[in-house]
């Protein structure tokens, strides 16, 4: 039976580790996407058992289950802006910190809360480079009138979010002018509350930048880039059992578009999985630029040279997988191999990918 499987050891370490990293500076565990596919209902009672009381969500459905799951002492901040007042208010109605990321949602917050006859936690979103939501820190001045004019909103932090984390230059200029829109806040006598803006690759590769809280997501589960070396540990791979073991003759190909075809004899062991359940499939971004499209080459090149696709492990060793992934099944090569029908294979999957399958945490 397919399934996928949550090392808890690997979780637990990969927790402590950041913990260890973050010292006395607060984590936000992100638990977007239903907790990078992970599944809330497992993470956040694990989160909670490990000390962590803050979680960023970005959908309402998440902040009422964590809500449920984690109880009304933690703290809830949505990431997602929202002018929507009935949005808002299941929001507040909650206690979910909320984020505003513009005057539109400034004003919707306080009209909200007013009518409710509560007051809203929010804290403000900043764009110093991102260039999706916020305000611009040439905007400090209308910024500082949500902390005089809007006496049912109540700013407890600000934030910003970095674009490329890897990249240290573009990153520092960010943090720059997240730090002198804080400065003019405060000297316009506002208070920005707690400031943060690490995401997990910044919070590993910058320890200067922690500030007053840090934002991880992909972290917990060890999947980083490559520049940002640390010692996490990899979470969460699909466990499959060959279900046959099909013989080639030289010159016989595999898969659609007979795109590999054996020089010798060569054993194939059959997977039941394969793109439906996400394997093998990449986020991809299409190239927007004839820079860009030669850079994608690069990357297709080295992933071609290194072997560095998706990797399937039979029986102790890395399997090449042969001709195209189809959407229920993967030939892997073993020729070389012992191999038996029912011998368990584990396959590289990004939790966040992974779609159908069953999720263990053991
Ligand atoms: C998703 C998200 C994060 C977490 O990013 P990782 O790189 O996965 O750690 C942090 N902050 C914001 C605002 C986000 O949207």
């Given at each position: 039976m397919e399934r996928y499987v949550i090392k808890k050891q690997d979780l637990l370490h990969n927790i402590q580790l950041i913990q260890a990293k973050a010292g006395t500076i607060p984590v936000w565990a992100v638990v977007k996407g239903n907790a990078y596919g992970l599944g809330l209902q497992h993470m956040v009672p694990l989160f909670c058992s490990q000390g962590i009381d803050r979680f960023c969500v970005s959908e309402l459905h998440e902040a009422q289950l964590v809500r449920s799951l984690a109880g009304s002492s933690v703290s809830?901040?949505?990431?997602?802006?929202?002018?929507?007042p009935a949005m808002l208010a299941a929001l507040i109605e909650l206690d979910v910190i909320c984020s505003i990321s513009s005057w539109e949602n400034a004003i919707a917050l306080n009209q909200t809360a007013l009518s409710l006859g509560k007051m809203a936690s929010a804290h403000l979103k900043i764009d110093t480079g991102m260039g999706r939501y916020g305000f611009a820190p040439e905007q400090w001045q209308q910024i500082s009138t949500i902390f005089t004019y809007f006496d049912a909103v109540s700013i407890i932090g600000t934030y910003t979010h970095f674009a490329a984390a890897c990249n240290r230059t573009q990153t520092m200029r960010q943090h720059s002018r997240f730090s002198q829109l804080l400065e003019q806040l405060r000297s316009a006598g506002c208070n920005p509350g707690e400031c943060h803006c690490c995401n997990s690759a910044a919070f590993l590769l910058y320890p200067q930048l922690h500030m007053d809280g840090v934002r991880i997501g992909s972290a917990w589960l060890g999947r980083m880039a490559d520049s940002c070396k640390s010692d996490l540990r990899r979470i969460g791979r699909c466990e499959s059992q060959v279900v046959e073991l099909h013989h080639l003759a030289p010159g016989c190909s595999t898969g659609y578009g007979s795109t590999w075809t054996a020089v010798r004899p060569t054993t194939l062991a059959i997977l039941p999985v394969g793109w439906y359940h996400g394997f093998g499939t990449q986020r991809s971004h299409p190239p927007h630029s004839f820079r860009s499209c030669l850079s994608e080459g690069r990357t297709l090149?080295?992933?071609?040279?290194?072997?560095?696709?998706?990797?399937?492990?039979?029986?102790?060793?890395?399997?090449?997988?042969?001709?195209?992934?189809?959407?229920y099944h993967t030939a892997v090569d073993v020729t070389s191999l012992s191999c038996h029908v029912g011998d368990t294979a584990y396959l590289d999957l990004n939790p966040l990918m992974q779609k159908g399958l069953p999720i263990i945490l053991n």
């Open positions: 809830i901040l949505m990431l997602q802006p929202s002018s929507d090149l080295r992933t071609y040279l290194r072997h560095s696709g998706p990797t399937v492990e039979l029986n102790g060793q890395q399997c090449p997988i042969r001709g195209r992934i189809g959407m």
